[in-house]
């Protein structure tokens, strides 16, 4: 599998939790998921050729959520100013695309590229859902759905990990951007609905935290 890493290692992520953390201290907790914002625009930066290494989400003067990414690294991003955006302005699909060699049955090797999208709540930063294949080729309607021919009945404003799901092992932490602890923060926010789930998630060390992590949650729940 390409770019597979620990989810403690992945690049940039004690620095971005840090500032998500913040946002959701300011926006007071329980309230971050549902506050009524304006969304946030789409700064691609560290480019590499046509790629970049970062998509940083920016509401007003805040900068609410960085995506990271890298050639080796779940992908570089794509789209800049062609960015497909929901009509209502909340959603975005990133493209990201991750290349790496894969070795050939006769000792050679060759490039190996997978296309994958990003489906953006452009409120929080939470990424939605990550897909890649026949998923990509889908379009946003007028009704801010997107429409595509694996997932007819997708709804985007329910995200596929929540953390009830990471407490009841039924999702599992990944290296990509919408299996993370900072997703989850971002897609699920602390509260008082999930409070309990928060803390059997630091008991169970689901996510294999670091001191500092394990801190950043703690001041969230407490």
Known sequence: MLGVRKVEEFK????????????????????????????ATLEYRSPVGLGSEKV?????????????????????????????????????AIDQIEAGFVELPDGSSKLHEVAYCNLVDLHNGCVVVRETG?????????????????????????????????????????????????????????GTANKVAYKKILDLNVFHMSQKQRQIIEALIN
């Open 56 to 92: 940083v989400m920016i509401s007003g003067k805040q900068v609410i959520r960085t995506l990271y990414g890298g050639v080796d690294a779940g992908g570089l991003f794509y789209g800049g100013d062609s960015t497909p955006i929901s009509d209502d302005g909340r959603f975005a």
């Open 134 to 190: 026949q998923f990509c080729a889908g379009r946003f309607t007028k009704e801010g759905k997107w429409n595509n021919p694996l997932y007819p009945d997708l709804d985007l404003t329910k995200p596929t990990a929540t953390t009830i799901k990471y407490a009841d092992r039924v999702v599992w932490p990944a290296d990509s951007p919408d299996a993370s602890l900072e997703n989850l923060l971002a897609c699920d926010p602390p």
């Open 12 to 39: 940039g992520m004690h620095v971005s939790l840090a500032v998500l953390a913040c946002t959701l201290l300011i926006s007071n907790g329980s309230n971050a998921g549902n506050r009524d914002e304006i969304p």
